[in-house]
């Protein structure tokens, strides 16, 4: 028996030893990804960089409000070294308030040196409010742009709970407030103010494009109905100023603003590590190998708050 409970034991401390070394095998390959990311992206948006160069900035996904790539915009338009910047662009759209914010920092910038959008799959909606800050918008032949309009979702289930037996308990101040819900059928008028906000930004985004582009009317009313456009179709429309690439967007800054060709771009990219990987990684070895079991009161927390509903530009 005693020789049994030996080997009991010296199995369960070589399986936590071994857990350990895993974990630091986990550390040392996450720490040497992190180093390649970064000589991979380059100069890093710690400060200023000390040679003539082009800044390239690069908006993918879901554009929404980003405290960081608003202040690394700030800091290109104070950096003298960098003489002109490159947005490109591979976005679908997103919040309202982020791509006004995302296009309020790139015009800053714009006020002391060329800017020049390069769209590459899709720049539609907030994506090409994104690219209206731009004083040349280059694009592929087959990049999916426009969409100019703003629509806001959210899911009812009203009906869903009804025929299930579930009713739903809600007072509030006012008829308006918080409506239109997803649990109950929306009040009176609720879709109507909806509406008034809807169109509200709607003509924000609209006369955006009007001054930008310099459209009036009917060619305006023909690019704004929601419509999505190929590279090709916008060029004719007056909604971009070039078929091409990055190599395009370089070519014209030689041309109107006498920056060479050849003069270096620089990624100046706002996005940090995640620290939070690195602890999930570590904790779901340690879980799987016996060390020890989470405490979901202490989990739950991480789990972050339910799902959020946010108007979006599409």
């Given at each position: 028996?005693a020789?049994?409970?030996d080997?009991i034991?010296?199995r369960?401390q ?8 895993r974990?630091l ?11 390649g ?11 200023p ?11 993918d996904?879901?554009i ?12 290109i ?6 003489k002109?910047?490159?947005v ?23 006020e ?9 799959e899709?720049?539609a ?12 918008i ?5 990049t999916?742009t426009?969409?100019?309009?703003v629509?806001?979702e ?16 809600k ?6 407030k918080?409506?239109?819900?997803f649990?109950?059928?929306?009040a ?22 009007a001054?930008r ?7 305006l ?5 929601g419509?999505a456009?190929?590279?090709?179709m ?13 190599e395009?967007?370089?070519?014209w800054l030689?041309?109107?603003h006498?920056?060479p060709a ?6 100046r990219d706002?996005?940090k ?6 602890l999930r990684?570590i904790e779901?070895?340690a879980?799987?190998l ?5 405490d979901?009161?202490d989990?739950a927390p991480?789990?972050?708050p339910?799902?959020?509903l ?5």
């Open positions: 028996m020789a049994t409970a080997l034991i010296e369960r070589m399986r936590r030893r071994l857990a350990l070394w974990i095998a986990i550390v040392a390959v996450v720490g040497a990804i992190v180093v990311i970064a000589s991979i992206r380059g100069t890093s948006s710690s400060g960089t000390s040679s003539d160069n082009i800044a390239r900035i690069k908006i996904g879901i929404s409000s980003d405290f960081d790539r608003d202040e690394e915009l700030a800091k338009a104070e950096d003298k070294a960098v002109a910047l490159i490109r662009i591979n976005s679908p759209g997103g919040t309202i308030a982020g791509s006004e914010a995302l296009y309020e920092g790139l015009r800053a910038v714009g002391k040196k060329p800017v020049v959008a390069v769209m590459v899709a720049a909606s907030g994506g090409y409010i994104t690219a209206l800050a731009a004083d040349h280059v694009a592929l032949g087959n999916l426009g969409s100019i309009g629509v806001a959210a899911p009812n289930i009203a009906r869903l709970l009804e025929e299930n037996g579930v009713d739903v308990f007072v509030k101040s006012t008829p308006l918080a409506e239109p819900g649990l109950t059928e929306p009176e008028g609720a879709v109507a103010a909806q509406q008034i906000l809807i169109d509200d930004t709607f003509g924000w985004f609209r006369g955006l494009v001054e582009r310099g459209l009036g009317e009917p060619a009313a023909e690019v704004a109905d419509r456009f190929t590279g090709r916008a060029l004719e429309l007056g909604l971009i100023d070039a078929l091409g690439d990055e395009t967007a370089k070519a030689a041309a109107e006498e920056i050849d003069t270096k771009v620089v990624d706002w996005r590590p995640d620290p939070s990987l690195l990684l779901g070895s879980i799987e016996g060390l020890y079991a989470p979901w009161r989990v991480r789990l972050g339910g799902p959020k946010y108007a979006i530009m599409y």
